[in-house]
């Protein structure tokens, strides 16, 4: 089954840390771009960060910008997401997808309607 597996999520407190990561089954993620959404409770999925694969840039939303950081092992065949300071706003669902439209990132951040493979996500919960 081809899919992104997403892991590493759980409860932490407001300025902790956690790792996600997003592993490729059933194929490889070489040549697409990944994508990490999030989904809060009432609110819509938005795209937070995005890692090209043919140049290795980044996109952040500014929500989360100077506190997450995207990487890819690509021999690994996954994709994580360091999270860092924590808030309770980052409370969601997380979730990463393979963008079949573009091996790098858009400047306006990933594009849920340019993405597939979604895996079941990881919840995130920021709570004192």
């Known amino acids: 089954q081809v899919q992104l597996v997403e892991s590493g999520g759980g409860l932490v407190q407001p300025g902790g840390s956690l790792r996600l990561s997003c592993a490729a089954s059933g194929f490889t993620l070489d040549y697409y771009a990944i994508g990490w959404f999030r989904q809060a409770p009432g609110k819509e999925r938005e795209g937070v960060s995005c890692i090209s694969y043919s140049d290795g840039s980044t996109y952040y939303a500014d929500s989360i910008k100077g506190r997450f950081t995207i990487s890819r092992d690509n021999a690994k065949n996954t994709v994580y997401l360091q999270m860092n300071i924590l808030k309770p706003e980052d409370t969601a669902v997380y979730y990463c997808?393979?963008?079949?439209?573009?091996?790098?990132?858009?400047?306006?951040?990933?594009?849920?309607?340019?993405?597939?493979?979604w895996g079941q996500g990881t919840q995130v919960i920021v709570s004192s």
């Open positions: 997808a393979a963008d079949l439209m573009h091996s790098r990132c858009l400047p306006s951040g990933p594009e849920r309607r340019d993405h597939a493979y």
